[in-house]
């Protein structure tokens, strides 16, 4: 925790220098004299910055519950609003009635004992369940329409996979979407209002500042949220039951 408040601390040196010297470079340049006051409207538009930083941090910080999760809020070109849950084992019945089993493997495909990936043809049956939890089985059954096939849960309509990535189930989390959006559109509103409010620039001329500032930012934060993830990965004790979830890399939005 000590390393974040140090890296937040130098975040705001480093922007209230920045800000400082921009001002008075750049307002000398566009207007008649730059603003008054300088050495204390530099530090109080960087500590907005730094204190609405430390809020994301916070909120991207208590997203991970488990060692094995990823920060939920990151910058825009980073988000993503799906969790991708992997089943470690699947039970293919296949329409005559054969059976073979599949283990999910570190690249995300699923082998059986001789290597092999489950067959392209129409399954009738998939049974999944996660390491030492077989008692707990989800059952999918195969379903057309329109010409898809998808295998959805018995007694959840809502869990469903798609043909031809079996054993993953994508779901779509609201609130994740609106809490990341609310941080990354909430960060430019600081850029703007420090630049407008405490740094005197004129409205039109705080708003292209505060856009290119912004964008600069979001590619600049992900060092800062990665290292604050890594230190609450750190702090949580290695799970004692298997995991519920395998989650894939991030996955940006676009």
């Known amino acids: 925790?000590?390393?974040?408040?140090?890296?937040?601390?130098?975040?705001?040196?480093?922007?209230?220098?920045l800000l400082a010297a921009w001002t008075l470079f750049f307002q000398s340049y566009i207007y008649s004299e730059p603003v008054e006051a300088i050495y204390w409207r530099a530090p109080a538009a960087a500590a907005a910055l730094t204190l609405f930083l430390s809020l994301w941090i916070t909120v991207d910080y208590r997203s991970i519950e488990k060692p094995?999760?990823?920060g939920r809020y990151r910058p825009l070109h980073e988000s993503s609003a799906f969790e991708t849950e992997f089943y470690e084992y699947l039970t293919v019945v296949y329409r005559d009635r054969t059976r073979d089993q599949y283990m999910l493997q570190g690249d995300y495909t699923y082998r059986n004992k001789s290597g092999k990936e489950p067959s392209s043809k129409p399954k009738q049956q998939i049974v999944a369940h996660h390491k030492d939890k077989e008692e707990e089985k989800h059952v999918f059954n195969v379903e057309e329409k329109d010409g898809k096939i998808r295998y959805v849960e018995e007694g959840n309509s809502s869990r469903a996979m798609e043909d031809g990535y079996l054993g993953r189930i994508r779901t779509f989390h609201f609130g994740w979407l609106f809490v990341s959006?609310?941080?990354?559109?909430?960060?430019?509103?600081?850029?703007?209002?420090?630049?407008?409010?405490?740094?005197?620039?004129q409205w039109l001329h705080a708003l292209g500042l505060a856009f290119v500032f912004w964008l600069i930012s979001l590619f600049v934060l992900p060092m800062i949220l990665s290292q604050a993830e890594g230190v609450r990965k750190?702090?949580?004790?290695?799970?004692?039951?298997?995991?519920?979830?395998?989650?894939?890399?991030?996955?940006?939005?676009?």
């Open 1 to 17: 925790m000590l390393s974040i408040l140090l890296v937040l601390f130098v975040v705001f040196v480093v922007l209230a220098l």
């Open 68 to 70: 094995t999760d990823e």
């Open 181 to 201: 959006l609310l941080l990354n559109c909430g960060f430019a509103v600081v850029w703007f209002a420090s630049i407008w409010l405490l740094l005197h620039f």
């Open 234 to 254: 750190g702090r949580l004790a290695p799970p004692s039951l298997p995991q519920t979830a395998w989650r894939l890399p991030r996955q940006s939005l676009a």
